[in-house]
């Protein structure tokens, strides 16, 4: 009996659509979960419930978001110390009359998911530059 | 060529001037009515009239002339006001004579002061956390003068004749940041710096200090604006101070530093 290709064919497509669709979904910032990161990048100071997030979001697919909350734990988890060091270098950028070297501090922070340390700096720096935008 | 030429003429027992003076910031119409008891028809001005039109044509003459004068004294203030923008530092030195002029009481320098911060102002919505739509040119050299005279600090009257003259041309960041690099702002130069106001005009700069961060409050007021970026500057200068928690100048790197 000839193999009823048509069907197949059908069924197969249909599959694809639905992963296609699945996979989507996955990988998709909704707007409950955007509430959620934003809440958590605004005002969550817990590293642990910051790890958690940060997890969830990767294993969702979301990883630059995950990335960023899993920086977040990280920096919260930092001893007494290296919250002061840290501190330290934002201020000395804030003091600093140059702004090369004040993006430069600010690039660090960046990298290390304190962006509203980095958002500080640049903005400072574009004062300096005489950048007319605020 | 003649600075001015006019036609005049009488229409209903009323005078009526029209004409351009040729002024050295491009032309300037006016015109001038007034009541002239003559029949009406044109009137030629420089040829012999009756009594009561050269009484009428010498007093709109006073008038026009003021008007063109007022209206030259404000193109001469706007230009300043641009050329400092541009960086044009003797453009900048003026302003801050101007500004002193005003201080000592001299009538046509308050004037032309008030011409160029309403020039300023209307030239100038920059609010913190909002779009700018000024200077049209990064004015580094603008910047340079102030610090001049803002780094200084050591005298009372240049030093609030730099803030009041220059201030005024820079967006709200920009004059926070340079002068949150000048001398610290405590309470003492702060006086200085409003001393000279009305107790109205010090009520808006002290909101505007105790205000900088908030942004829903919608006011052109200068002194409003100048204690907000006063208020702005201050915070930096504390944020800076090891033991200041970072919170005071902005919370999201508060929550991520502190």
Redesign the interface.
Known sequence: MPFPLIPVGIGLLAGVAAWAQFGREKTKMTPERQKIYDAAIRSLKDPAGLEALGIAFKNEGLHTEGNLLLKRAALRQLTPVQKAANRAKWKSGMASKNPKEVLEIADEFEERGATGAAAELRKYARGLLGTPSE | MSELSAAAYVQEKRLCIIGIYDSAWGPIPFSHGCACETEDGPIDVGMDQPIVVTQAIDESQKVIMANIEREKMRLAAEELVDRTRAGDQNAAATMILVRQNAQKGKGRAIASLKMMLKYAQSKDS???????T??AK???K??RVLDQELNTGTCPLRYRSAIMTMLPSL????G???LS?GPSLDKDRIAVVIEKMEPEEQKHFVTGFKNWRNTSIKTDDANYRLGRIFGLARS?QL????TTP?AI??????????
């Open positions: 920059t609010i913190h956390g909002e779009a700018s000024h200077p990064p004015n580094a603008v910047i967006s709200m960041l920009e926070s940041v340079t690099n930096i944020v800076r101070l090891p970072i100048l902005s919370k999201a790197a508060g929550l991520e530093l502190d």
